[in-house]
């Protein structure tokens, strides 16, 4: 498929090629945005800074999860462990 060319070197928008491959690419950025709505974004509400807003039921959740974790990162076995690494 030869797409013919101006004289300043770029494609001339009048040949059936050049709208064929326009229309392609049309349906491939189509196609592409698509898809991409399909993902799922996180749904957890956040402050003005960007952190997580602790007064929805979410973020409270978050909350105690992270907690939860700090406190076993300090457990009598974790700590056993990194003193004998």
């Given at each position: 498929m030869?797409?013919?060319?101006?004289?300043?070197?770029?494609m001339d928008k009048r040949?059936?090629?050049y709208k064929e491959l326009k229309e392609r690419l049309a349906r491939a950025?189509?196609?592409?945005?698509?898809?991409g709505?399909?993902?799922?974004?996180?749904?957890?509400?956040k402050t003005k800074s960007g952190k997580v807003d602790k007064r929805?039921?979410?973020g409270r959740t978050v909350c105690?999860?992270?907690?939860?974790?700090?406190?076993a990162q300090n457990s009598?076995?974790?700590r056993l462990k990194r003193l004998f690494r």
């Open positions: 030869a797409v013919k060319t101006t004289a300043s070197g770029k040949t059936k090629e950025r189509a196609a592409k945005t698509k898809a709505k399909t993902t799922k974004q996180s749904t957890l509400k929805t039921k979410e105690e999860r992270m907690a939860k974790a700090r406190k009598l076995v974790n």
